[in-house]
């Protein structure tokens, strides 16, 4: 199977991104440099100015985001004013996306005109430095994850994300329509964007545009959450599974053990992959709800083929050794 990418922009997150998404959330508060909010981010990290305040700079990134402590700022006041300034100018370069002060602490007067000057962003924030470093870190590596977009529609059953992919009208949506009237979830339909997290595990949401909301053909757009109440939906879900819904094809050999387990690699990831034969008098939504169960099931150690496998080997061996002694005899 080819995983079929929906094209999109080059990925680009901006200062003002994360300054209008997280601003409560880190207590930013803008003092100078509005310009600098179309500045690009282009690492997920953060760090504190430290020894560059010193003039040892062997080591300083500036394309970090910069966060002021305490520490950095009584460092400074201590400072003459040009030697403070000298020192400033020498870490605030081009390339320096946003400078933070930590604490709820006055900006200086020398980072304030350079920063207005050089058209850096600079915010104080009330949150200490190391609880900036950590909670920005964290949002970065959200933000910065590899990630592709799926076409497919995306439902939690049982605790496994499901991910039901396959042809125009073959019955996606209609599938998970019909787990969701059972009690299972939605997480996205028809487009889902999937990020690999911490490089072994793939988590899948939806577009804020479309959150909630399912395309029935013959009915229209429905909101899920509206139909079926809160607790059928929910924003993102790891993707355990990928189930391909396809027409059912006399020609085609499908498996009836279950022995050739298959995956595919997303991101980097293998996923347990299942191919679904669709036709008249096959409960669709049955189906989806054993494949999740069974999924636990080998999670929990039990493989209900291998057993079989392993019973059937057994008995073959017995009767073979049945039929040397009524041989020998």
């Not at 100018?89 to 006055?106: D, F, H, K, N, Y």
């Not at 990630?147 to 497919?152: A, D, E, F, N, R």
């Not at 009208?169 to 969701?180: H, N, P, T």
């Amino acid at each position: 199977m080819v995983i079929v990418l929906l094209a999109g922009d080059e990925f680009v997150y901006l200062v003002k991104h994360l300054f209008e998404q997280h601003a409560k959330y880190l207590g930013l508060v803008l003092i100078a440099g509005s310009a600098g909010l179309s500045r690009r981010i282009n690492k997920a990290e953060v760090q504190r100015p430290g020894l560059s305040l010193t003039g040892y700079l062997k080591g300083f990134v500036s394309a970090r985001i910069l966060v002021f402590g305490k520490q950095e700022i009584e460092f400074l006041r201590e400072l003459e004013p040009k030697v403070r300034t000298q020192r400033l100018e020498a870490i605030l370069t081009p390339s320096t996306p946003a400078v933070i002060v930590a604490r709820g602490l006055q900006p200086l007067k020398e980072m304030i005109a350079l920063c207005d000057k050089a058209g850096i962003s600079l915010f104080r924030a009330t949150s200490t430095a190391t609880n900036l470093l950590s909670r920005i870190t964290f949002l970065l590596l959200e933000e910065f994850c590899p990630s592709v977009t799926l076409h497919g529609t995306l439902v939690e059953v049982f605790g496994v994300g499901v991910l039901i992919q396959g042809e125009s009208s073959v019955g996606k949506s209609e599938a998970a329509l019909g787990l969701i009237e059972r009690g299972h979830r939605l997480i996205s339909d028809d487009v889902v964007r999937v990020k690999r997290q911490e490089g072994s595990y793939l988590v899948g949401s939806g577009p804020e545009l479309t959150r909630h909301l399912m395309e029935i053909r013959g009915i229209g757009i429905i909101n899920v959450a509206h139909l079926y109440g809160a607790v059928c939906v929910r924003p993102d879900k790891g993707i355990d599974i990928m189930v391909k819904l396809e027409e059912w094809d006399d020609q085609h050999f499908y498996d009836r053990v279950g022995l050739d387990e298959k995956f595919l690699d997303v991101l980097g990831v293998s996923v347990p992959f299942h191919v679904l034969p669709v036709k008249p008098g096959r409960d669709v939504v049955l189906l989806l709800e054993t494949i999740a169960l069974n999924h636990r099931l080998k999670d929990m150690g039990y493989n209900s083929a291998k057993e079989f496998n392993a019973k059937w080997l057994e008995t073959i061996a017995k009767r073979q050794k049945r039929k040397e002694v009524s041989a020998a005899q």
